[in-house]
C-alpha cells in the first residue's frame, strides 16, 4: 500500500514538473521491478538501460533531427514548397495538393512529422486560405500531410522499430516509401473530393520560364533525397551514415549555398536537436529496460496461449493489434507506443507467419494515426504553437483525415502483397 502511495505521488510530481514521458514508461518500469522482480540487482537494470542504447544504428535518429531542424530554420522547405507549386499549383484546389506534395519531399529529407508541421505549416497555412480552402480543412490537411514523414525513408518510426525488432532498415524504408506515397495519394483524393464541392479554383498557370527557375532555385534542396536514398540503396552507406551526411549536407547548403545559416542559428537548432534527442533517448532506455522485463514475464507466450485457446488466427490478431494501436494512440506518446506493444506483440506476428517487415508498416501507419488523433495527438499541438491556433479547432478539422488513414491502415493490414512489392526491391 506505501508503495503504490509512492508511486502515485512520484507520478503527480512529475506531471507537474513536465516530466509526462517518465510518468509513461518511467513508472510503470518501476512497479513491475519493484512488484515482480524485487530480487533482479539494480546493477541489471542499469546495464539494461544504458545497453538498450548503445547501438550505432540509432545515431541515426540525432542526425536527422538536427538535419530536419536546419532545413525547417533554413530555405529548403520553402524551396521545395515553391516547386510542388510550381507544377501543379495551378490545377484545381492544387495548393492542397502542393501542401501534400511538399510535405512528402520534406519528409523525405527530415524523417520527422513534428518537424515537418513546424517547417511546413506557417508557408502553406496563408496560400490554402488564400486558395479557397476553409480553415479546419487547410489546418486538418497540414496536420494530416505531415505524417507522411513517418513513412517515407528516412523515417525515424521505421528506424525505432528496426532497432526494437532486428527488422533490415533498408527493406523497412523501401516499404515505407510505398506506403507513404499510399497514404499520400488518398490524402489528394480527399483534397480533390473537397475541392470539386467547395468549388475551390486553381492558380494562374505558370510559364515553362517560371518552373525552371523554380527548378533552378530547388535544385540542391533536391539533391538531399537523392543524396540519402541513394547513397542507402546504393551500397555506398548504410542509414546511420546517410544520417551524418545530410546534417553535413544541410549545413554546406543553407549556410555556403543560400547563405542564410548564421551562426548563432546553428546553436540555437543544436540545442532544440539536443533537447529531442534527450528526450527520445530517455524513452528509449526505459523502453528496452520495459522489453526486457516483457521476455521475463513470458507475455509473448500468454498471449499466444490465449489465441489458441479461440482458435484466433493472423485476421483476428491484426484486427486486436490495431484496436489497441489506435486506442493507446489516442492517450499515449507515438515512440512511447512503439516501445511498449511491439515487444510483447512482434513475437507473436512471427509465430503467426506475419512477415516483420508487413508488420511494421501496420505499426508505423498506426503511429502516424496517433499522431493525429485526439486528444493528445502530439501534432495537433505542435501545429497549434506554429500556427497560433486553438487545438480545439485543428481537432474539428482532423476527422475526415483519420478516417482517410484508418481505410489506409486496413488496406495494408489485409493487402500484406503491396507491402512485399516494395519490400522485394531492397533485396
Known amino acids: 500500500m506505501i508503495l503504490v502511495a509512492a508511486i502515485c505521488a512520484l507520478a503527480l510530481i512529475l506531471l507537474v514538473a513536465g516530466f509526462e514521458m517518465l510518468m509513461v514508461l518511467g513508472l510503470p518500469v518501476l512497479a513491475i521491478k519493484s512488484g515482480f522482480f524485487a530480487n533482479l540487482p539494480d546493477a541489471v537494470i542499469a546495464q539494461k538501460l544504458t545497453g538498450g542504447i548503445n547501438q550505432s544504428l540509432l545515431l541515426a535518429i540525432p542526425f536527422f533531427l538536427f538535419a530536419a531542424e536546419l532545413m525547417g530554420q533554413g530555405q529548403i522547405a520553402g524551396r521545395l514548397t515553391a516547386l510542388v507549386?510550381?507544377?501543379?499549383?495551378?490545377?484545381?484546389?492544387?495548393?492542397?495538393?502542393?501542401?501534400?506534395?511538399?510535405?512528402?519531399?520534406?519528409?523525405?529529407?527530415?524523417?520527422?512529422?513534428?518537424?515537418?508541421?513546424?517547417?511546413?505549416?506557417?508557408?502553406?497555412?496563408?496560400?490554402?486560405?488564400?486558395?479557397?480552402?476553409?480553415?479546419?480543412?487547410?489546418?486538418?490537411?497540414?496536420?494530416?500531410?505531415?505524417?507522411?514523414?513517418?513513412?517515407?525513408?528516412?523515417?525515424?518510426?521505421?528506424?525505432?522499430?528496426?532497432?526494437?525488432?532486428?527488422?533490415?532498415?533498408?527493406?523497412?524504408?523501401a516499404a515505407g516509401l510505398g506506403v507513404g506515397l499510399l497514404l499520400g495519394f488518398a490524402f489528394m483524393v480527399l483534397t480533390a473530393v473537397e475541392a470539386h464541392r467547395t468549388?475551390?479554383?486553381?492558380?494562374?498557370?505558370?510559364?515553362?520560364?517560371?518552373?525552371?527557375?523554380?527548378?533552378?532555385?530547388?535544385?540542391?534542396?533536391?539533391?538531399?533525397?537523392?543524396?540519402?536514398?541513394?547513397?542507402?540503396?546504393?551500397?555506398?552507406?548504410?542509414?546511420?551514415?546517410?544520417?551524418?551526411?545530410?546534417?553535413?549536407?544541410?549545413?554546406?547548403?543553407e549556410a555556403v549555398i543560400y547563405r542564410t545559416l548564421t551562426f548563432a542559428m546553428l546553436c540555437n537548432v543544436a540545442e532544440r536537436s539536443a533537447i529531442q534527442t534527450s528526450v527520445i533517448f530517455l524513452l528509449l532506455a526505459l523502453g528496452s529496460l520495459l522489453a526486457y522485463f516483457t521476455t521475463l514475464a513470458q507475455i509473448p507466450d500468454f498471449i499466444l496461449a490465449g489465441l489458441a485457446a479461440v482458435d484466433a488466427g493472423p485476421i483476428m490478431f491484426l484486427i486486436v493489434v490495431n484496436m489497441v494501436f489506435i486506442i493507446a494512440g489516442m492517450f499515449v506518446d507515438p515512440n512511447s507506443i512503439q516501445l511498449i506493444l511491439v515487444p510483447p506483440l512482434f513475437p507473436v506476428a512471427l509465430s503467426l507467419g506475419i512477415d516483420p517487415v508487413h508488420f511494421g508498416m501496420i505499426v508505423a501507419l498506426n503511429v502516424t494515426l496517433g499522431m493525429i488523433t485526439p486528444p493528445f495527438g502530439l501534432d495537433l499541438f505542435v501545429a497549434s504553437s506554429s500556427l497560433r491556433k486553438p487545438v480545439a479547432e485543428i481537432i474539428a478539422g482532423i476527422w475526415r483525415f483519420i478516417l482517410t488513414n484508418i481505410a489506409v491502415l486496413l488496406l495494408v493490414t489485409y493487402v500484406p502483397g503491396f507491402t512485399a512489392i516494395f519490400s522485394a526491391l531492397a533485396r
Open 199 to 253: 468549388g475551390v479554383k486553381g492558380g494562374e498557370r505558370p510559364t515553362v520560364k517560371a518552373v525552371l527557375g523554380a527548378l533552378r532555385n530547388a535544385i540542391w534542396a533536391l539533391g538531399m533525397p537523392l543524396v540519402i536514398l541513394g547513397g542507402i540503396y546504393g551500397g555506398i552507406f548504410t542509414p546511420t551514415e546517410a544520417a551524418a551526411v545530410s546534417v553535413v549536407y544541410a549545413i554546406v547548403v
Open 85 to 173: 507549386r510550381s507544377v501543379i499549383g495551378h490545377t484545381r484546389g492544387g495548393m492542397g495538393y502542393t501542401t501534400i506534395g511538399a510535405s512528402m519531399g520534406f519528409g523525405a529529407v527530415s524523417g520527422s512529422a513534428p518537424a515537418t508541421v513546424a517547417a511546413m505549416g506557417h508557408i502553406v497555412y496563408p496560400e490554402l486560405r488564400r486558395s479557397g480552402f476553409s480553415d479546419r480543412f487547410s489546418l486538418g490537411l497540414i496536420v494530416s500531410s505531415a505524417e507522411t514523414a513517418l513513412l517515407i525513408p528516412p523515417s525515424i518510426t521505421l528506424i525505432v522499430y528496426g532497432w526494437i525488432t532486428g527488422t533490415s532498415i533498408t527493406a523497412l524504408f
